[in-house]
């Protein structure tokens, strides 16, 4: 038997990086949190809807004593054809559970759910480990698949579980993997007798397939700024020059790179700021009274709420506009909140088209999530089609005067996204420091609590609410003082 207890996450984790688990088990402490509580909330809510693809079926309740899961999955196999969920099993102490098992009176078939809209190489891995547990302890294989979300399937009526989730038959290649399953799970029990944190080179693996939790912790000895602190620069080749020894941004200054990352460099090591006036001025130009600076904030779920949506789409929830209707004219704002619960994509619509008149300047940041949410709008609202369009015709991206670098300071650290901005334009400003607001402080969270909020007593929904407003306000107030950045600095 072998001394560290697997299971398929175990399992997993160890087979993109050995270390990695061994961190889990000796040092977690070190890790800093990448994965998002949204992501395993997502993962929960399509396993449990995934149990009913196949109609009527059992489920083996979770019970910290595995034992007795196992004792209750073999009870139930006696009694096949029938459908197990979370069938659970341990062979020389690697545990599994399966998340859909198809018990025929012929053998057995496989299922692993998974809330994504693609099929990767680690989910092989996760379903071959699990059919290496049944094989070893002398089950029939049937079929071994993964199940994942169809993002071509779009609603209409009730849920059509056939068409949300699309089947891979893996079979063919989680049998080629088993004799090597046999030799990793040899290897990790070897690995993890180590006493003394064990060297790892850096490498993709710290990226793929997923970002590693430990790799401030393993990067620890090199220079504060490094080659991973480029921004914009590919993941491989960053690993390429980490491997030709390229380490600090001196080294790197020795490279033949594109001037986006020397110039992210030499900036930082002579503190220089790059401001290029007439480039500026030219932008400026296109930002006409009256402005209007609009943002908008999506949720995004696995399994499609409303008519006419498919997985992940991304739904606008939420907008914030600040206006200025002449030349040192009065700020003013307006906003949209939907209500939680009900399809808001008709009211926030009406809304905007309310809000924004035709033919006015507008502006986003990173325009091209607002004009792609538009032109969806438009496509589902023909009566509001043409003002949509018109909108979308009008709208000037913000953030190109630090995309281009017309614009540039060390503090941007070479991004050019709000949030590197603001605070290189603004330090210290306590008005637009995002981690002074009350409840939500970026899009990600905003995303988060709003698909969630039903959830929250009906008190603490209005204090989200009023969180949510007060963060998308915060995102075009930081615009239009961006905006009057670029103005003061042409002048
Ligand atoms: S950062 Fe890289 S080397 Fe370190 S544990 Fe993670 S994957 Fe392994």
């Known amino acids: 038997m072998n001394n560290v207890s697997l299971s398929k996450s175990r399992y997993c984790r160890a087979l993109q990086c050995n270390k990695m688990l061994w961190m889990d088990i000796n040092k977690k402490e070190e890790a800093v949190d990448k994965a998002s509580e949204n992501v395993l909330e997502n993962g929960i809510k399509v396993g449990e809807l995934a149990r009913n693809y196949f109609g009527k079926f059992v489920n083996i309740e979770y019970n910290k004593e595995l034992s007795k899961m196992v004792y209750d999955t073999e009870e139930y196999i006696k009694l096949a054809p029938n459908i197990i969920t979370e069938a659970s099993f341990v062979y020389d102490n690697n545990f599994c559970s399966v998340d859909i098992l198809k018990n025929d009176l012929d053998g057995i078939e496989i299922y692993e759910v998974k ?41 209409k009526g009730k849920l059509d579980l056939k068409q949300l989730f699309k089947i891979e038959d893996v079979t063919e290649i989680a049998t080629s993997k088993q004799e090597e399953i046999k030799e990793k799970i040899k290897e990790i029990d070897e690995y993890m007798k180590t006493e003394e944190e064990p060297e790892e080179e850096i490498s993709i693996k710290c990226f793929n397939p997923y970002p590693c939790a430990y790799f401030e912790h393993c990067t620890r000895n090199l220079p504060k700024k490094n080659v991973f602190s480029i921004s914009k620069m590919s993941t491989n080749k960053k690993i390429e020059l980490y491997n030709k020894g390229i380490y600090s941004y001196e080294d790197l200054l020795k490279e033949d790179l594109s001037w986006r990352y020397h110039q992210q460099v030499e900036t930082d090591l002579n503190n220089e700021t790059i401001i290029k006036k007439e480039e500026i001025r030219e932008f400026m130009s296109k930002l006409t009274y009256p402005i209007y600076f609009l943002d908008f904030e999506t949720y995004m779920t696995p399994i499609p709420e409303y008519d006419g949506t498919w997985p992940y789409e991304q739904i606008p929830f939420q907008y914030s506009l600040h206006y200025i209707e002449h030349e040192n004219g009065e700020l003013k704002h307006k906003e949209y909140l939907a209500q939680s619960g009900i399809d808001p994509r008709r009211e926030i619509t009406e809304r905007l088209v309310e809000d924004i008149p035709k033919d006015v300047c507008v502006t986003a940041y990173n325009m091209s999530f607002e004009k792609t949410r538009i032109k969806e709008l438009a496509n589902l609202f023909e009566d509001l089609r043409e003002h949509l369009l018109n909108i979308y015709d009008n709208i000037v991206d913000l953030m190109i005067p630090f995309s281009k670098r017309m614009y540039y300071t060390k503090d941007m650290q070479g991004s050019y996204s709000i949030k590197f901005v603001l605070p290189a334009l603004f330090p210290n400003d306590p008005e637009l420091n995002y981690h002074n607001l009350p409840v939500v402080h970026n899009g990600a969270e905003a995303m988060n609590i709003f698909a969630n909020l039903g959830n929250y007593p009906k008190k603490e929904q209005e204090k989200i609410r009023e969180g949510l407003l007060k963060y998308c306000k915060l995102d075009t107030y930081a615009m239009v003082k961006v905006w009057e950045k670029l103005k003061e600095v042409i002048k």
Do not use: E, G, P
């Open 115 to 155: 809330s994504s809209c693609d099929l990767k190489d680690i989910y092989i891995d996760d379903v071959s480990y699990q059919m290496y547990i049944l094989k070893s302890l002398d089950y029939k294989i049937k079929k071994v698949n993964v199940m994942y979300l169809n993002n071509k399937y779009i609603r």
